[in-house]
């Protein structure tokens, strides 16, 4: 079972920038496909960015390509999420997600940062 925790998240300015970490235990890290999911005040959960497990393959929504950056450190068990040139619409709680091998959909979450941008 993996275990997930982000952090980074917080209150920040239109324009600013912030760095959102996710780290991994429990599980071989590597192994797994990773993504960066937000949810915003009365909206679903939607996908922002994913990375393959070698961090080879990336996936952006269109709404962050360009200012999102995801990576991920398999030494360090950790994944990132660059986020430049900040939009109050991109206020939200951020979740990591983790897809197991042989696994179809993201079934680990992390507990959530919440990320605030303010006009």
């Known amino acids: 079972q993996v275990q997930l925790v982000e952090s980074g998240g917080g209150l920040v300015q239109a324009g600013d920038s912030l760095r959102l970490s996710c780290a991994a235990s429990?599980?071989?890290?590597?192994?797994?496909?990773m993504g960066w999911f937000r949810q915003g005040p009365g909206k679903e959960r939607e996908i922002v960015a994913t990375?393959?497990?070698?961090?080879?393959?990336?996936y952006y929504v269109n709404a962050v390509k360009g200012r999102f950056t995801i990576s991920r450190d398999n030494a360090k068990n950790t994944m990132y999420l660059q986020m430049d040139s900040l939009k109050p619409e991109d206020s939200a709680i951020y979740y990591c997600?983790?897809?197991?091998?042989?696994?179809?959909?993201?079934?680990?979450w992390g507990q959530g940062t919440q990320v605030t941008v303010s006009s």
């Open positions: 997600g983790a897809r197991g091998p042989h696994q179809a959909d993201f079934r680990s």
């Open positions: 429990g599980v071989t890290f590597s192994d797994y496909a």
């Open positions: 990375i393959s497990q070698t961090g080879s393959r990336t």
